[in-house]
């Protein structure tokens, strides 16, 4: 039996947000630290541990500028939105698709115009996938946010 699986596109592994807010709250809590040491402690030994934990808190403002910088592009527009996945897995006479498409059941919509399986879903979900070949609709199924689209090899174009 020939069978192939195809993926999709995998989806960009940006930091979260949480990672984000966590390294600001450092940042902060280094910088109070600081601000003690300096008024606490005198002479040689408050300047040693000042400069360290001004050492520290250059490294962390330098790791939030990088998470900035990944999160955002210089147009403004967060690039942490993953991209769609799904599967497409070929076999002889059938290609089996099976991807996250948003609900409810009621808004789902699969249509086919030749080599083109468009699909539709909640919350303004609309996707194209581009088929190995030309193919006839047998069945769809969605359950739990999980959409299988069967497919068959079209008899006419044999």
Do not use: C, H
């Amino acid at each position: 039996m020939d069978f192939k699986i195809m993926r999709g596109k995998p989806g960009n592994e940006a930091p979260s947000t949480i990672m984000l807010a966590v390294l600001i709250i450092g940042v902060i809590v280094i910088g109070v630290i600081l601000m003690l040491l300096v008024r606490v402690q005198r002479g040689l030994l408050g300047i040693i541990l000042a400069a360290l934990a001004s050492g520290l808190l250059i490294y962390w403002l330098r790791e939030v500028r990088n998470i900035v910088k990944q999160e955002f592009s210089s147009d403004g527009v967060s690039r942490s939105k993953p991209e769609w996945n799904y599967d497409l897995m070929e076999m002889k006479d059938e290609v089996t698709l099976v991807a996250d498409v948003p609900g409810p059941e009621e808004e789902i919509k699969v249509e086919l115009e030749g080599e083109k399986l468009e699909i539709r879903g909640g919350n303004n979900f609309f996707k194209t996938v581009t088929l190995p070949k030309i193919l006839n609709i047998l069945n769809t199924n969605y359950l739990n946010g999980v959409l299988e689209v069967k497919l068959k090899r079209d008899a006419s174009k044999k």
